[in-house]
């Protein structure tokens, strides 16, 4: 049975955290930042956890 590949795009915006868990970034940073306040943008700045109910799809991506 050959090996299972990484998803490849998955394994750009994912990484594991030291106990397992999934991180990704925030989302609406890309553009229109004029219209978000400044409280907005510093809330969307950095990482966050994959949801629970995505955990385990995100996983099989990237052959966790």
Same mark, same amino acid.
Do not use: W, Y
């Given at each position: 049975?050959?090996? @299972?590949? /990484?998803?490849? %795009?998955? *394994?750009?915006?994912? %990484? #594991? /955290?030291? +106990?397992?868990?999934? *991180?990704?970034?925030? !989302?609406?940073? #890309?553009?229109? @930042?004029?219209?978000? %306040?400044?409280?907005?943008?510093? #809330?969307?700045?950095?990482?966050?956890?994959? +949801? =629970? !109910? =995505?955990? !385990? *799809?995100?996983? #099989?991506?990237?052959?966790?």
């Amino acid at each position: 049975m050959p090996k @299972m590949k /990484t998803h490849s %795009s998955a *394994k750009k915006r994912f %990484s #594991r /955290t030291g +106990s397992g868990k999934v *991180k990704r970034f925030q !989302a609406n940073m #890309r553009h229109m @930042m004029r219209n978000k %306040s400044n409280k907005a943008k510093t #809330r969307l700045l950095g990482s966050t956890l994959v +949801s =629970d !109910a =995505d955990e !385990a *799809k995100i996983k #099989r991506l990237l052959c966790i």
